[in-house]
């Protein structure tokens, strides 16, 4: 695979699949060109260097997985998903990354201002919220984590039928008043 791009582009892709591949695999970059680039020989119109440098994913001879490769196609721009690919879809990165059904985990931290009741309250909202749009009313597990004084963590592993049943589920926890962040 042959990149062609400015400096800074390089580095950002660089930086970008580095962050993605900390345990998975390690990405080395290498010039094409045998000697050393001369800055004037190379430049584009704007004024900026073109450097031509391929792109190596070295994982030590195991197979990436799925996940991860969605990412990096996606990240050098060769994700090509099925059906229509514009700014209002939600899922198509999903859709390719998942089986479904498939299990879930939805994290959401609420403001419970250290009351019992509204905590208790709130974790019940949040399982039923998650539940009846998932389907799988019987199937799940909740874990509930304290953040400090004020808020608390909800996480919820839940079955899934697609990537739009996911967003409808993350729609609802943030319309939720006590909802302040939800992953």
């Known amino acids: 695979m042959m990149v062609v791009a400015s400096k800074g582009t390089i580095m950002a892709v660089f930086f970008g699949l580095l962050s993605l591949t900390r345990s998975a695999a390690f990405v080395s970059l290498s010039n094409k060109v045998s000697r050393p680039l001369h800055l004037s020989e190379e430049i584009n119109d704007q004024g900026d260097p073109i ?27 060769v994700f090509d998903p099925t059906g229509t690919d514009d700014e209002r879809q939600d899922g198509n990165i999903l859709n390719a990354m998942l089986k479904f059904p498939s299990l879930f985990t939805f994290n959401v931290v609420g403001r419970t201002n250290g009351d019992e009741v509204i905590k208790e309250k709130y974790v019940e909202q949040v399982k039923e919220k998650v ?50 962040m939800k992953y």
């Open 51 to 77: 450097i031509k440098s391929t792109v190596r994913i070295d994982d030590g001879s195991s197979d990436l997985t799925d996940r991860f490769k969605y990412k990096v196609n996606a990240l050098m721009g």
């Open 131 to 180: 539940l009846s749009i998932s389907g799988y009313e019987d199937d799940f597990q909740c874990q509930v984590t304290p953040r400090g004084k004020s808020f608390t963590r909800i996480s919820i592993q839940v079955k899934v039928d697609s990537a739009a049943v996911i967003n409808s589920i993350y729609e609802e926890l943030d319309k939720m008043e006590m909802t302040i």
